[in-house]
């Protein structure tokens, strides 16, 4: 199995900083597409940031300017850099790797989700 491990989730205060990082791991498998999502209460999953397995960047309207996504094809690793963070962040961000095990279909993996704060 892919398995994925999510950090740095927590209470923030607006206009500060955070980073979330995630890394996937296991055997007998190759990683494309990977990157964080949110999601509120309430609301639908929505991209926060994405980076494709053969380069580029994709961020959600809401973030763009603000987050900075990067990657790390050694590690199977991505972080996400998030600044100047609002209330409207808050939400569980859950970090999405799409992989293809060895004989089998990509599929997409999620992890099990971290919570990000944004509060005084």
């Known amino acids: 199995q892919v398995q994925i491990v999510e950090s740095g989730g927590g ?12 890394a996937a791991s296991g055997s007998q498998f190759s990683i ?6 949110r999601q509120a209460p309430g609301k639908e999953r929505e991209l926060v940031a994405l ?15 603000r987050f900075t996504i990067s990657r790390d094809n050694a590690k199977k690793t991505i972080a996400l850099q998030m600044k100047n ?29 971290t919570q990000v704060t944004v509060s005084s």
Do not use: I
């Open 11 to 22: 209470l923030v205060r607006p206009g500060g900083s955070l980073v979330l990082s995630c």
């Open 32 to 37: 494309g597409d990977m990157g964080w999502y």
């Open 51 to 65: 980076t494709l397995r053969y380069g580029g960047t994709k961020y959600g309207d809401s973030v763009m300017g």
């Open 85 to 113: 963070l609002e209330p409207e962040d808050t939400a569980v961000y859950y970090c999405y790797v799409r992989a293809r095990r060895w004989g089998r279909d990509e599929t997409n993996y999620w992890g099990q989700g």
